[in-house]
């Protein structure tokens, strides 16, 4: 089992930047596969963006591309989220989650859940 700590949420104007931090803690870091999944008030969860366990495979959700960047350090157990030129849509909790399996899209596939962090866009 593995625990998900997220961090580095908060309040940023519109076209601003945000980096946000997983720290996992348990079982092997290096072997699951991560994702970014967000989900605003009244929306169901989307997916954002998701590493595989190297780090050299990566994929973004359509309304992210060009935008937030994911990246892992496995030496610090710790994943994370760069989100650039901030829309206000960008709002919503963020949440971290690990997957035993090939990284991916997909809620479904993953193991393993944090309680996520605020960011809040102004316009």
């Known amino acids: 089992q593995v625990q998900l700590v997220e961090s580095g949420g908060g309040l940023v104007q519109a076209g601003g930047s945000l980096r946000l931090s997983c720290a996992a803690s348990?079982?092997?870091?290096?072997?699951?596969?991560m994702g970014w999944f967000r989900q605003a008030p009244g929306k169901e969860r989307e997916s954002v963006a998701a590493i595989s366990w190297s780090g050299g495979i990566t994929y973004y959700g359509d309304s992210v591309k060009g935008r937030f960047t994911i990246s892992r350090d496995n030496a610090k157990n710790t994943v994370y989220l760069q989100m650039n030129s901030l829309k206000p849509e960008d709002t919503a909790v963020y949440y971290c989650?690990?997957?035993?399996?090939?990284?991916?899209?997909?809620?479904?596939?993953?193991?393993?859940w944090g309680q996520g962090t605020q960011v809040t866009v102004s316009s």
């Open positions: 348990g079982r092997t870091f290096s072997s699951y596969a």
């Open positions: 989650a690990a997957d035993e399996g090939p990284a991916g899209l997909l809620l479904g596939e993953y193991d393993y």
